[in-house]
C-alpha cells in the first residue's frame, strides 16, 4: 500500500470492501510530498521514508525517541 498514490489506495481498497486509515493526510503535507524529487522519496541506506524520519528528528527532536524514529 505505501507504493500508491493515495487515491489509488483509496479506490483499491474500498473495490475489496476494506477501509484503509492513512495518516498524514494534512493537504499541506500531501502537496509538500508529491512535489519532492522521487531521489528523496525512494529509501536511503535501507531506511524507509528517510525524509520523513529525518524531519522529525531535525525539527521536533524531542517528539520521540531516536531509537523509535530510526528503527
Known amino acids: 500500500m505505501y507504493k500508491f498514490d493515495i487515491l489509488r489506495l483509496d479506490r483499491t481498497t474500498a473495490a475489496c470492501g476494506l477501509e484503509t486509515r492513512e495518516p498524514f493526510l494534512d493537504d499541506d503535507f500531501v502537496d509538500h510530498y508529491n512535489k ?13 521514508k528517510y ?9 521536533f527532536p524531542d517528539l520521540l525517541p531516536k ?5
Open 51 to 59: 525524509h520523513l524520519r529525518r524531519a522529525i528528528d531535525t525539527y
Open 36 to 48: 519532492l524529487p522521487i531521489d528523496i522519496k525512494c529509501p536511503r541506506n535501507g531506511i524507509e
Open 67 to 71: 531509537e523509535i524514529i530510526w528503527r
